[in-house]
């Protein structure tokens, strides 16, 4: 049986980097998000909805092939429809 130093495995998770952090009044993001979407020349600060930033990550990875991108692609069109669809 392999032992594990919970306390170091504990102190080494990033519990910042996926927590929602508030863009604007409209939007929440992670910072992770963020980072992703910055880097690829989208400004979260710019835009009140998800539908708009879904629409500007999917023709910047179109031109990118960005993996990043293309998982946060999924985590927002995901938390779209959720949010935003009538059930």
Do not use: C
């Not at 170091?8 to 998000?33: I, M, P, R």
């Not at 979407?37 to 023709?59: C, G, H, Q, V």
């Amino acid at each position: 049986m392999e032992k594990y130093d919970i306390e170091k495995l504990t102190s080494e998770l990033d519990f910042t980097s996926n927590a929602l952090k508030k863009v604007n009044d409209k939007l929440y993001l992670t910072n992770y998000q963020i980072d992703v979407l910055k880097r690829n020349d989208i400004n979260p600060l710019n835009y009140t909805s998800l539908k708009d930033i879904i629409y500007l990550a999917e023709e910047a990875y179109e031109d990118t092939l960005d993996e990043e991108l293309e998982i946060i692609l999924g985590e927002l069109s995901e938390r779209n429809y959720y949010e935003n669809t009538n059930k």
